[in-house]
């Protein structure tokens, strides 16, 4: 199917912020979320569209800061991206269903419990609340704040940033806590993620994201709560081979009785980039059972 590109124009901190969506299929909306992250633009969902484009109208847009194009300046904060989530959803799609990765997961819980219906059902695609750098070190400090700003700075900023964005780091953060099979980040797809990378901007929400800038919730008692507020099932997806600590958040979710989740037998974070037929599949089971988008029951 053929896709569509059009172009939001949002406006932040005095600044317009030129940002990338693509929409195809037909059918009901689905809103495909990308994960925040250093390589993450609306294209890793393309494969999940391409999937799902038979039965829904699939939008996936870049967030604000992220993405293949250039990108302004901003001191992105979690508000920034709370903002962006509530203007999109009031101005530009209503979704029947809305299908979030990584950190995006996070927002769109708070939004479901904050203004309950304006996401349509949830599909969360191996969820987080806490970034990289707090995740690792088990909490958040107050000198993460002061290191995530350095990338500000106009010379020692951008030297700071390519220190952290370089192929060899960009390939031990992949095969350690991204993609279960090492070899999937090759050749083009490689070369693309490395030019997400590069484009002007992108380190200021890059870096900010990784020190935990950007965590959507402040705590998984917080993570918890906005699940548990929200009427109806959600569906939680993730691979079982997900890092530890991420697992364990995951798992707390997954066992509230609200939600659905589906353990897939291989796959880490971008389960749903290496592992679209698996990840696919369970959304559309989801999405065919009572209280379904189709507004049908599943035959057997």
């Given at each position: 199917?053929?896709?569509?590109?059009?172009?939001?124009?949002?406006?932040?901190?005095?600044r317009?912020?030129?940002?990338a969506?693509?929409?195809?299929?037909?059918?009901?909306?689905?809103?495909?979320?990308?994960?925040?992250?250093?390589?993450?633009?609306?294209?890793?969902?393309r494969?999940?569209?391409?999937?799902?484009?038979?039965?829904f109208?699939?939008?996936?847009?870049?967030?604000?800061?992220?993405?293949?194009?250039?990108?302004?300046?901003?001191?992105?904060s979690?508000?920034?991206?709370?903002?962006?989530?509530?203007?999109?959803?009031?101005?530009?799609?209503?979704?029947?269903?809305?299908?979030?990765?990584?950190?995006a997961?996070?927002?769109?819980?708070?939004?479901?419990?904050?203004?309950?219906g304006?996401?349509?059902?949830?599909?969360?695609?191996?969820?987080?609340?806490?970034?990289?750098?707090?995740?690792?070190?088990?909490?958040?400090?107050?000198?993460?704040?002061?290191?995530?700003?350095?990338?500000?700075?106009?010379?020692?900023?951008?030297?700071?940033?390519?220190?952290?964005?370089?192929?060899?780091?960009?390939?031990?953060?992949v095969?350690?806590?991204?993609?279960?099979?090492?070899?999937?980040?090759?050749?083009?797809?490689?070369?693309?993620?490395?030019?997400?990378?590069?484009a002007?901007?992108?380190?200021?929400?890059?870096?900010?994201?990784?020190?935990?800038?950007?965590?959507?919730?402040?705590?998984?008692?917080?993570?918890?709560?906005?699940?548990?507020?929200?009427?109806?099932?959600?569906?939680?997806?993730?691979?079982?081979?997900?890092?530890?600590?991420?697992?364990?958040?995951?798992?707390?979710?997954?066992?509230?009785?609200?939600?659905?989740?589906?353990?897939?037998?291989?796959?880490?974070?971008?389960?749903?980039?290496?592992?679209?037929?698996?990840?696919?599949k369970?959304?559309q089971?989801?999405?065919?059972?009572?209280?379904?988008?189709?507004?049908?029951t599943?035959?057997?």
């Amino acid at each position: 199917m053929d896709v569509r590109h059009s172009e939001i124009t949002w406006s932040w901190d005095g600044r317009p912020v030129r940002i990338a969506m693509d929409s195809v299929g037909t059918g009901p909306t689905l809103l495909l979320l990308p994960a925040l992250s250093s390589i993450s633009t609306r294209g890793e969902m393309r494969p999940l569209q391409d999937r799902l484009a038979a039965s829904f109208t699939c939008i996936t847009v870049d967030w604000p800061g992220f993405g293949d194009q250039p990108r302004p300046y901003a001191a992105w904060s979690p508000n920034a991206y709370r903002t962006f989530l509530a203007y999109l959803l009031a101005e530009i799609v209503s979704p029947a269903a809305t299908v979030a990765a990584g950190h995006a997961a996070g927002y769109v819980l708070a939004q479901a419990a904050e203004r309950p219906g304006s996401t349509g059902r949830l599909c969360l695609v191996a969820p987080t609340w806490r970034g990289p750098l707090p995740t690792m070190m088990g909490r958040h400090h107050p000198a993460f704040a002061r290191v995530a700003r350095l990338v500000d700075y106009p010379i020692i900023g951008p030297l700071f940033y390519r220190l952290n964005v370089n192929p060899f780091v960009i390939g031990k953060m992949v095969s350690g806590h991204v993609y279960s099979d090492p070899s999937f980040l090759a050749g083009e797809r490689l070369r693309e993620k490395l030019a997400v990378t590069r484009a002007p901007g992108a380190r200021y929400a890059s870096f900010r994201f990784v020190s935990g800038q950007l965590d959507p919730m402040p705590s998984r008692s917080a993570f918890l709560q906005a699940a548990e507020r929200i009427p109806g099932p959600i569906l939680v997806i993730y691979g079982a081979a997900t890092p530890r600590k991420s697992k364990a958040e995951i798992q707390a979710l997954a066992s509230l009785p609200n939600v659905q989740a589906v353990e897939l037998p291989a796959g880490k974070l971008a389960v749903h980039e290496e592992f679209p037929d698996q990840v696919a599949k369970a959304i559309q089971d989801f999405l065919a059972s009572p209280g379904s988008v189709h507004g049908a029951t599943p035959q057997p």
